[in-house]
């Protein structure tokens, strides 16, 4: 049984591959003079470099959290470069001045830079180690008063916006990784609809870290105004290396009154190899507030990649009548650890909140769902439901399911279900006895097992995500 | 039927297997021809059932000798998915669920699967479902059964119906019906016989596993195989199974013994 199930589960990565570009790689190494080297090479105000020697300080006094169902090796802070960024040959105005490799490598990737390229109809803003290299769409988003692009372009062109909504949802102080990323963040996302707009395609943002040991700290920011409304994708690799990489980014969302935020993400970094060698560390830190009344927040999360996932997208309901979703599908495989979850705090009345997650482990890896569902005193009339379904593949892997519940209001209704199924022999001999082989009828349970979340994904997501827990679990089943 | 000349389709030579190292099957012969229609018949545990599942390829049995050949290829050369490509079926004694996977996605995956082996043309969605409707009515058949997950929550008319539904799309050489008719009530019985009438050519064959006579009143088989402790002890026609009706299975053990202690 186990050695089909071995085969399934264990494809190549296809992203492993490394772009050869000239990059201006910062020593590796933390201090305060790292903070203010990053800083400068921004160009950033002053307000931003307090800000972030103000989350240095706070970092410094903090402990790594113990609390997560992972283990791995001590990660030395001072080992890891803090920015990396790839030699513009002159200053970038449009997408025909981007370096042709990093063109070549996003085209190898499948993300189209050029606007007239397959994904036409979605706007793309692409990360590279520490910078934003490009972003598509840009004129016509900004005809509706949509600023999209860098957060590092916003500092410089919307200060304003920047300042007042940096830090709401994630303070300074949040985690140990938050506040890291608070301090060394290079670059990310910020994309600002404003009141009454309907973002009129999907803006996706691409991360790719390309630099050995060097860390990726990207910044991302949301705002939706009042009866605005944006659906957001979020797609990532790296190459493959023996060590490990660390990515702690920070997503802030923000809704106000009637707006609403769709957040997705296809998670597929570097997951190390076979025997638990290299791999993303991905700690990171997600939340969105739904600030307003009737606002809605959606996370929708498929995660495939990394070494150890760490990571919990939340909502905080404060605004009456406001709505937070979660879809999740987490797949580990070989010696990949994963836990992730989500919050949902309920603050504002009759806020109600979805949380499905759907978890797949196989090899020897460790899949572990956390969630919190905190009622406050002042949400009268709120409602969850959540549902946590554990898939296990071979008998080598572990699923565990830690939910917590705190309700402070009577006149709430929370509910929780949790299942823990397996794929059988009996059940592939079914599907072989009809002239099926094993892995498309593994990947044919998978995506039954995962329905639920993928039809939340946008569609062209949904089907990337399809393809690739297909390639994840080939030779997994036997 | 029985045809003058027709081409051997099965022919097993001496077969034995054995599953977590016991001995269950111990030596059988059958040949099967196209067009003919074979009962298995015996007491529980006489071998039966493993005997249809080491045919369609089970992992958990293990081949220790002897030879099985179809349509002149060695069977146990082909894994168990090229042999239902190949066109030998299984109808399931105990079908197996598949939460979360639509029955008709799996039906025409299967479909167009086999169809894809064939060389002939696989159908989208669409004309699949007009194709699939249309061999439902003969199982009377509600259509909700589409929408549903392989196999979950049916109930064991259901799940039968679901295997014959299957047998009809893929319209296997041979066909291995095991224990088809348990837990049958007598319309869903009659309802499943007359599918597999409707099925039997001259070009393919049925083997029917089953305890009862009940079944071959309505599939009248050409030929009648006695099974006991994982051999066939004896061949006739149907009267045979109407003679094991009346004296029950200890009668053909009996008859054996005294002819080999004579």
Known sequence: ?478 | MIYQNSKPLLEVRGLRATVNGIEILKGIDLTVRSGEVHAIMGTNGSGKSTFAKVLAGHSAYEVTGGTVMFEGKNLFELAPEERARAGVFLAFQYPIEIPGVANNQFLRLTYNTVQAQRGKDELDPLEFDDFVREKMKMLEMSPDFLDRSVNAGFSGGEKKRNEILQMALLEPRLAILDETDSGLDIDALRIVANGVNQLATKDNAIILVTHYQRLLNYIVPDYVHVMESGRIIKTGGKQLALDLETHGYDWVSIEQRAAAGA
């Open chain 1, 1 to 478: 049984m186990s050695a089909v199930l071995q085969n399934l589960v264990n494809q190549p990565y296809k992203h492993g591959f490394v772009t050869e570009i000239e990059s201006d790689v910062a020593p590796k190494g933390l201090n305060e003079d790292t903070i203010r080297m990053i800083s400068a090479k921004k160009n950033e105000p002053e307000w931003l470099l307090e800000f972030r020697l103000k989350a240095y300080q706070q970092w410094l006094t903090m402990e790594e959290p113990q609390w997560p169902n992972v283990k791995y090796p001590k990660i030395d802070f001072q080992a890891i470069s803090y920015y990396s960024a790839p030699k513009p040959r002159k200053k970038l105005g449009s997408m025909d001045e981007v370096d042709p490799e990093l063109l070549r490598t996003f085209e190898k990737l499948g993300v189209p830079m050029h606007e007239r390229a397959a994904l036409a109809g979605v706007a793309v803003d692409v990360i590279f180690d520490s910078v934003s290299v490009a972003t598509t769409y840009k004129q016509k988003l900004a005809e509706v008063g949509i600023i999209f692009g860098s957060i590092s372009e916003a500092v410089h062109t919307h200060p304003d916006l920047v300042k007042q909504y940096l830090g709401t949802v994630v303070p300074v102080g949040d985690n140990y990784y938050a506040t890291l990323n608070s301090a060394v963040f290079t670059d990310g996302s910020f994309c600002f609809i404003p009141k009454g707009v309907k973002c009129p395609m999907d803006l996706s943002t691409y991360f790719r870290i390309n630099t050995e040991a060097s860390g990726q700290f990207e910044r991302t920011l949301i705002i939706a105004e009042e009866g605005a409304s944006v659906s957001y994708l979020e797609g990532c690799t790296a190459p493959r290396f023996d060590t490990n990489q660390l990515h702690a980014a920070v997503v802030e969302l923000v809704a106000l009154d009637n707006a609403d935020i769709k957040y997705s993400t296809v998670q597929n970094w570097y997951a190390g190899d076979e025997n638990g060698i290299g791999g993303i560390f991905n700690f990171v830190t997600k939340r969105g507030l739904a600030k307003g009344i009737n606002s809605r927040i959606s996370w929708t999360q498929v995660e495939t990649g990394s070494a150890i996932t760490w990571k919990y997208p939340s909502c905080v309901l404060q605004g009456d009548n406001s709505v937070g979703e979660f879809y999740s599908v987490a797949v580990t495989n070989n010696h990949q650890q994963a836990d992730t979850g989500t919050k949902m705090i309920h603050i504002g009345k009759n806020t109600r909140s979805t949380i499905v997650s759907k978890g797949i482990s196989a090899g020897h890896s460790n899949n572990s769902y956390r969630g919190l569902v905190r009622i406050a005193p002042t949400a009268a009339g709120a409602r969850n439901y959540s549902q946590c379904d554990s898939m296990l593949i071979g008998d080598q892997c572990s699923a565990s399911t830690f939910p917590y519940i705190q309700v402070r209001n009577n006149s709430a209704i929370v509910e929780h279900e949790a299942s823990t199924s397996k794929i059988g022999e009996d059940q592939l001999f079914y599907f072989a006895q009809r002239g099926i082989g094993n892995e498309e009828a593994v990947s044919m349970i998978i995506n039954g097992f995962c329905k639920d979340v993928f039809q939340q994904l946008p569609m062209e997501f949904a089907v990337e995500a399809t393809k690739l827990l297909g390639f994840k679990l080939e030779g997994s089943v036997g």
